[in-house]
């Protein structure tokens, strides 16, 4: 079945502007208790070995933190998943294109690559972003801003750890709260009372859209979605059009970006599942350490294809 990855994956919606934690922060090489420098805050930063130790030691501003070691495109304001100027999100090492230095000279850090890939698309816009929302953060809590608390990738399918185990705190609210105001709300008409928490929370998957909403997939040519997958996921699959609409029994609508892939669909529908209902593959598998804290058995997170990497024909 065919799954669309959200943009900025997976979310904590809790503000950004939520005081930050108190720990540890990692690196890409983890370092040791051995060799760690402790700021007049209080923080302390680990190093693999005393030589980059004292490098830090004696001159920590020639290694900038951006974004307070958060993923970055939560912060900067531009993930879809994010319901206010800026998210505080988990990020972690996941591979050598989950972190950049970027052209403001800061070191960033993401869930994973793709984020990554959003946040660059945005240049300037998104880095400014993430100066500004910190900076808000930093001026209503008096300290500094890092990620001590969310910096970590599980749990995930396919390891020891089970979804219980819930390795991202729930979301908090303290005085600072109030600095970052949300962008919206009220939940959309097409979901159920109470299926939204609180603001700051994930949505419960309770229901999904109406027929009446808009085409499924924003008009995503699935079609060409499966093609691309055949072709090796070298580009983002088409966007239909009206012209070339099937509407289902019960209403729901399917856009196609030419007439071929209308009447594919048309001639054999079953010949191209949705997996995930279209919402985020992640959120609804129940695997979403978000969803995890809320205790919630799936969350219904937005989805869409901002490029190749963003969505997937799996084994199913």
């Known amino acids: 079945a065919l799954r669309v990855a959200?943009?900025?994956?997976?979310?904590?919606?809790?503000?950004?502007?939520?005081?930050?934690?108190?720990?540890?922060?990692?690196?890409?090489?983890?370092?040791s208790s051995e060799h760690t420098v402790r700021t007049r805050e209080g923080f302390e930063f680990r190093f693999v070995n005393d030589?980059?130790?004292?490098?830090?030691?004696?001159?920590?501003?020639?290694?900038?933190?951006?974004?307070?070691?958060?993923?970055?495109?939560?912060?900067?304001?531009?993930?879809?998943?994010?319901?206010?100027?800026a998210?505080?999100?988990?990020?972690?090492?996941?591979?050598?294109?989950?972190?950049?230095?970027?052209?403001?000279?800061?070191?960033?850090?993401?869930?994973?690559?793709g984020p990554k890939r959003v946040f660059d698309s945005y240049g300037a816009e998104a880095i400014d972003g993430c100066n500004d929302h910190i900076g808000k953060v930093e001026a209503a809590t008096g300290r500094t801003c890092y990620n001590t608390n969310i910096f970590d990738c599980h749990p995930y399918p396919n390891t020891t750890r089970r979804r219980d185990d819930a390795a991202v705190p729930p979301p908090r609210r303290d005085a600072a709260a109030a600095v970052l105001?949300?962008?919206?709300?009220?939940?959309p008409s097409d979901q159920s009372p109470g299926s939204r928490g609180a603001p700051g929370h994930p949505d419960k998957l309770t229901r999904c859209g109406d027929p009446g909403a808009g085409p499924v997939l924003n008009g995503v040519d699935v079609v060409d979605a499966f093609n691309a997958a055949v072709e090796g996921y070298k580009r983002a699959p088409a966007i239909g059009s009206s012209n070339y609409a099937v509407t289902t029994a019960e209403g729901f609508q399917?856009?196609?970006?030419?007439?071929?892939?209308?009447?594919?669909?048309?001639?054999?529908?079953?010949?191209?599942?949705?997996?995930g209902?279209?919402?985020c593959g992640?959120?609804?598998?129940?695997?979403?350490?978000?969803?995890?804290?809320?205790?919630y058995d799936a969350c219904r997170a937005p989805a869409c294809v901002t490029d190749a990497g963003s969505y997937e024909v799996a084994a199913d």
């Open 6 to 31: 959200a943009r900025g994956r997976i979310r904590d919606q809790a503000l950004i502007s939520l005081a930050c934690g108190l720990v540890g922060l990692p690196t890409q090489a983890l370092g």
């Open 51 to 85: 030589a980059n130790r004292a490098a830090y030691a004696a001159n920590a501003s020639a290694y900038p933190l951006g974004a307070g070691g958060y993923c970055a495109l939560a912060v900067s304001g531009f993930d879809a998943a994010c319901s206010y100027d």
């Open 87 to 113: 998210c505080r999100a988990p990020a972690c090492l996941t591979d050598a294109n989950s972190y950049e230095v970027a052209a403001d000279g800061k070191l960033y850090f993401f869930l994973s690559e």
């Open 181 to 187: 105001s949300p962008r919206r709300d009220d939940p």
């Open 254 to 275: 399917f856009y196609f970006s030419t007439a071929e892939n209308r009447d594919a669909y048309a001639a054999n529908a079953s010949a191209y599942p949705i997996g």
């Open 277 to 279: 209902g279209g919402y």
């Open 282 to 295: 992640l959120a609804v598998s129940g695997f979403d350490p978000p969803c995890v804290a809320e205790n």
